[in-house]
């Protein structure tokens, strides 16, 4: 399957909102609520903002959300904060075949 | 603490075979509520799933690699092992080991190692 589809760059100044989006088809985004968001800073491993479409886990700012609609998930980062700067992926499941297809990765600037 | 370690040789001869092991600790790979598994990252790209194990012994292997992948897991050492035949250059990436939640958080990835770099040379 290929990767889901990102925009390679977002950005917004301290306290504003970016919302990235990541696209898939009706076989993974679409067909299952398994969706996942990472936020990588450089030379680090990958964390886990949110799951299942919406959901934080525990220790993850509120400020931090998910949601979808149809074969688009979205994350949202309100109040941005300087640490917010890293490059985010989602991921969705989709199928035994399939158990984490990536997106092409965000990079988000705070201005 | 739940941590992941990846171990294995960081330069392999292209043609060659890539292994790499995960040595968990903290935690038990034989729990019925995780998959473990192995993800990469191209220097300067994306993620990529290679593929995952559960305590059962189902392996599940991304379709792209599927012809080249071995994982296999040593429940008595607790640890896990990514076997990738006939390298090339492509396959330099920082390989990631990983858990992956199927019960809490399903289909999250919520550990993961500190990756490590394997490059494939000439």
């Known amino acids: 399957q290929s990767a889901l589809t990102q925009p390679p760059s977002a950005s917004g100044s301290p306290g504003q909102s970016v919302t990235i989006s990541c696209t898939g088809t009706s076989s993974n985004v679409g067909r299952y609520n398994f969706v996942s968001w990472y936020q990588q800073h450089p030379g680090k491993a990958p964390k886990l903002m949110i799951y299942e479409v919406s959901k934080r886990p525990s220790g993850v700012p509120d400020r931090f959300s998910g949601s979808k609609s149809g074969n688009t998930a979205s994350l949202t980062v309100s109040g941005l904060q300087a640490e917010d700067e890293a490059d985010y992926y989602c991921s969705s499941y989709a199928g035994t075949n399939n158990l984490g297809v990536f997106g092409t990765g965000t990079k988000v600037t705070v201005l | 603490q739940l941590q992941l370690q990846e171990s294995g040789p960081g330069l392999v001869k292209s043609s060659e075979t890539l292994s790499l092991t995960c040595t968990v600790s903290?935690?038990?790979?034989?729990?019925?509520?995780?998959?473990w598994g192995w993800i990469r990252q191209s220097p300067g790209k994306g993620l990529e799933w290679i593929g995952s194990?559960?305590?059962?012994?189902?392996?599940y292997y991304n379709p792209s690699l599927k012809s080249r992948v071995t994982i296999s897991a040593d429940m008595s050492k607790n640890h896990f092992s990514l076997k990738l035949s006939s390298v090339t250059a492509a396959d330099t990436a920082v390989y990631y080991c990983a858990r992956q939640d199927i019960v809490e958080m399903v289909y999250a990835t919520d550990y993961w190692g500190q990756g490590t770099l394997v490059t494939v040379s000439s």
């Open positions: 194990i559960y305590f059962s012994g189902s392996i």
């Open positions: 903290g935690g038990s790979i034989s729990s019925s509520s995780y998959y």
